[in-house]
């Protein structure tokens, strides 16, 4: 799965928020219902299915420099403009 994170998902975004961090939030405007984001995976449901993804190194990256507050200030302007984009993969039973 494919994940692209606008700016407005990076301004609106809450730090250490695994249900309300930018990844969470694009992944609800790609039509997930439910998610929640870990240094590692993330949990999404669509309809009556629930998904396990792995997180790729970006991904990785990103969650934790959002996390210790290192992302740049975004402005308005960039609300639309697509600034990351990352590769979920789905994950085996052991890795989750």
Same mark, same amino acid.
């Given at each position: 799965?494919?994940?692209k994170i606008t700016g407005k998902h990076i301004?609106?975004?809450?730090?250490?928020c695994?249900?309300?961090?930018?990844?969470?939030?694009?992944?609800? &405007?790609? =039509?997930c219902t439910w998610t929640?984001?870990?240094?590692?995976?993330?949990t999404a449901r669509r309809g009556a299915t629930l998904y396990y993804y792995a997180l790729? &190194?970006? =991904?990785?990256r990103f969650v934790k420099d959002f996390d210790s507050g290192e992302?740049?200030?975004i402005e308005e302007q960039d609300d639309e403009?697509?600034?990351v984009t990352l590769t979920l993969r789905l994950c085996s039973p052991d890795e989750r």
């Open positions: 799965m494919i994940v301004r609106e975004g809450l730090p250490r695994a249900f309300l961090c930018p990844i969470a939030l694009a992944m609800r &405007d790609a =039509g929640t984001v870990g240094s590692n995976t993330v790729d &190194d970006t =991904g990785k992302c740049v200030e403009r697509v600034l």
